[in-house]
């Protein structure tokens, strides 16, 4: 089992960036793709950014591409996404999730462990 623990949301004017963190432990987290979804208040969780297990291939929802960079560093066992050009739409809460395989996965149900979750808001 892997525990993913997600930090770095917050309060940011529109144009502006963050950077969100998601630190994981237990069983080999370097092995298995990583990805990052949000929810935002009625809304149905939406995928945003995947990576595969080394890294070398990288997946964005047409929404956030061009804004946002996923990123991973496996000696630190930390996913990353940086977020900017922030719009009030990408307001919602971001998951980090680890995947069933070391493969790029975009779908929920092909996550086996997820984060609690970080709050983005972007004010206008």
């Known amino acids: 089992q892997v525990q993913l623990v997600e930090s770095g949301g917050g309060s940011v004017q529109a144009g502006g960036s963050l950077r969100l963190s998601c630190a994981a432990s237990g069983r080999t987290p370097n092995t298995y793709g990583m990805g990052w979804f949000r929810q935002a208040p009625g809304k149905e969780r939406e995928f945003v950014a995947a990576?595969?297990?080394?890294?070398?291939?990288?997946e964005y929802a047409d929404s956030v591409k061009g804004r946002f960079t996923i990123s991973r560093d496996n000696r630190k066992n930390t996913l990353y996404l940086r977020l900017d050009s922030l719009k009030p739409e990408d307001t919602a809460v971001y998951y980090c999730a680890a995947a069933r395989s070391a493969a790029i996965a975009t779908t929920p149900a092909e996550f086996r462990s997820w984060g609690q979750g970080t709050q983005v808001t972007v004010y206008s």
């Open positions: 990576i595969n297990f080394i890294g070398s291939s990288l």
